[in-house]
């Protein structure tokens, strides 16, 4: 297990080597599909901490998208207070109204908590598309800026009018996302979040809250969705209703299960395999959502673990290796 | 009468297609747990087939509600063979998740062949309006109420007084009893998938030629019934169909007197209510397995 285990350390520093050297000699398309590929990864990470880790299936996260993509946007062009108040102020507000949510939908079990936040998902969707005078309704929400310029020594500024700038400010925020999730999850709290997905009644009997815990881990889960949005809104500088259709939410579910929910990698790999096969095959915009819904039909009931999870049974029974399982990685109940 | 009453009528005919869509989900959701949430996009595909049965294949209106019905039936029949019955020892989530995956093929298909363009099902009955004491009602909308009535009623027959019925009944009950008095489970729980997914197909084709056709239309219905159910409490039709006309008329008089757009945002609030101060519903004996 040890040496896999390092194997699989090399192996993600060279994935990560590849995707910082690689754009460069990429066309603007494909750098602009990995700046996607690198927010729906984000998005598809938080829903991995809320779903993966504590087992509470919400399809709240296009609503919470929507929140980040446009609080961030309302206030960076309607306030003029620059992009990085504007991104604190997304991340601020999406939070809250994830915590304000999850008060009464949290309390509920099972569908009932699926029926809520897929309520709310599309209750935002109504929202957005008709207040007209506050979101700019079918039109959308245009003008909204890139990230201001980073002054760096010797008088050089680092810029973001370019593509290949932005691709590697949403990567850098992949990375910290994903490491701050892999810190969160490995820690006790992550641990009765972990706890809480495989027994809520019995770990509440062990005197842990776990209404709170569950709020939190909701809560911080909706704040990361709302960054992804914020991101998302500058990267595009236009933003439209669109993008709070539920089935956002959805298909970022299906980019997670076929990654492997409750790994660290599988989100990534599900996004990437899901949003770069069509891509690279030019499929129709259509017949993506009939992509998603027929690949995570047959990984639903062929193959609930993914492809991390999958990996991680055949690997050590080809090698024979035998280990413990390492902090974080469980098999989802 | 006036506003109010064409309000309330309008909310009534709304209530019969949220009644219909209600009773199949909880047919589901009684013996099977699973909320399927793809029941709004099966009503939405009934709706088209239909309309494709009378445009392109020239059918009479009702030899074509009750092919779609059926087609709808056999849909549900396959659906439960070959997601629901090998899912049968998963856990519960995923179950939720294969729902939410039929949900999205079925958009898919839609999107793709039927097209993103509003279709208009044109009937040549369907354009008469009754007026009767100063309020009117579009032919259409009457033939809902009444099929609406139809369906119930036989509904009701069949579960309180065939066999079968009874069998489907105490399954919903008590599965594990249901098996030890012999029931087959499996052939029972087909059943209630193939009988829900009907119910839907008649929803829908009843309802096509009196609003617009596209493929997202069965979104806001089965929110809205799922709500009903909630809201009138799980695992009773009974409940089901009350809390369907409750809504219906909430929603038909709110979109009356304050705002047609928002109606949604009212039905989730009721939702959200209902859920803190009273789980089990207005109907409902208990919590249902929280």
Avoid at chain 2, 151 to 176: D, P, Y
Wanted: hydrophobic share 55%; with cysteine; proline share 4%.
């Amino acid at each position: 297990m040890r040496k896999l285990y390092s194997l699989e350390r090399v192996s993600w520093l060279f994935v990560l080597i590849l995707a910082i050297v690689v754009p460069p000699i990429l066309g603007g398309y494909l750098t602009s599909i990995l700046i996607l590929i690198c927010i729906w990864s984000m998005m598809c990470i938080s829903l991995n901490l809320i779903y993966g880790y504590t087992g509470q299936l919400s399809l709240g996260h296009s609503a919470f998208l929507a929140l980040g993509a446009y609080s961030f946007g309302l206030v960076a062009v309607k306030l003029h207070i620059g992009f990085w108040p504007a991104f604190l102020a997304a991340a601020v507000i999406t939070g809250l109204f994830g915590f304000l949510i999850g008060i009464p939908a949290l309390k509920l079990r099972g569908h009932f908590f699926v029926l809520v936040t897929l309520g709310f998902a599309v209750t935002i969707g109504v929202i957005v598309l008709a207040w007209v005078d506050f979101t700019g309704g079918a039109n959308g929400l245009a003008g909204i800026p890139r990230p201001d310029p980073i002054p760096l020594p010797w008088g050089v500024k680092f810029r973001f009018d370019s593509l290949l700038h932005m691709y590697y400010f949403v990567l850098l925020f992949l990375i910290l996302t994903a490491g701050f999730c892999h810190r969160l999850v490995s820690s006790l709290l992550g641990k009765t979040f972990i706890a809480i997905c495989h027994d809520e009644n019995l770990t509440e009997s062990l005197g842990v809250n776990t209404m709170s815990r569950k709020l939190l881990s909701f809560t911080i889960s909706a704040m990361l969705a709302g960054v992804a949005g914020a991101l998302y809104a500058s990267y595009n500088a236009v933003i439209s209703p669109e993008i709070a259709h539920f089935t956002r939410g959805t298909d970022v579910l299906a980019y997670l299960i076929v990654g492997g929910s409750a790994t660290m990698t599988g989100p990534i790999v599900g996004t990437f395999v899901l949003v770069a096969i069509p891509e690279v095959l030019q499929v129709v915009p259509y017949l993506k959502t009939l992509i998603n819904g027929v690949i995570l039909m047959l990984f639903i009931v062929f193959l609930p673990s993914g492809i991390i999870g999958g990996f991680k049974t055949i690997l050590p029974k080809l090698g024979g290796l035998r280990g413990r399982p390492r902090a974080g990685e469980h098999d989802i109940a | 009468m006036g506003e109010l009453g064409q309000y309330i009528l309008n909310g009534i005919s709304q209530g019969c297609v949220y009644a219909l869509l209600a009773s199949g989900l909880t047919l589901v959701f009684g013996i099977f747990d699973i909320p399927n949430f793809a029941q709004g996009h099966l009503y939405m595909f009934a709706a088209y087939i239909g309309f494709y049965m009378v445009t392109l294949f020239s059918m009479s209106y009702w030899l074509a509600v009750i092919l779609a019905t059926i087609a709808l039936g056999i849909l549900g029949l396959l659906t439960y063979g070959f997601i629901f019955y090998p899912m049968r020892d998963a856990p519960k989530v995923n179950c939720f998740v294969a729902a939410l995956a039929l949900l999205m093929i079925l958009e898919g298909v839609a999107l793709y062949f039927f097209g993103t363009e509003t279709k208009w099902f044109i009937l040549p009955h369907a354009k008469r309006i009754l007026t009767f004491g100063g309020l009117a009602l579009a032919m259409q909308r009457l033939i809902v109420i009444i099929g609406t009535l139809i369906v119930m009623v036989s509904l009701q027959l069949f579960i309180k007084r065939t066999t079968i019925g009874a069998a489907l009944e105490a399954t919903a009950q008590h599965r594990e009893g249901a098996m030890l008095c012999g029931i087959k489970v499996s052939r029972v729980s087909a059943l209630a998938f193939t009988v829900g997914t009907a119910l839907a197909g008649i929803a829908g084709v009843l309802i096509g030629p009196a609003v617009l056709l596209m493929p997202t239309m069965g979104m806001g219905p089965v929110l809205v019934a799922f709500s009903a159910i909630i809201f009138g409490g799980l695992g009773s039709i009974g409940g089901a169909v009350l809390g369907a006309f409750v809504l219906g008329l909430l929603e038909s008089l709110a979109s009356g007197y304050i705002s047609a757009t928002y109606s949604l945002t009212f039905v989730f609030g009721i939702l959200i209510l209902t859920l803190l101060f009273r789980p089990k519903g207005l109907l409902g004996k208990e919590v249902w397995r929280p």
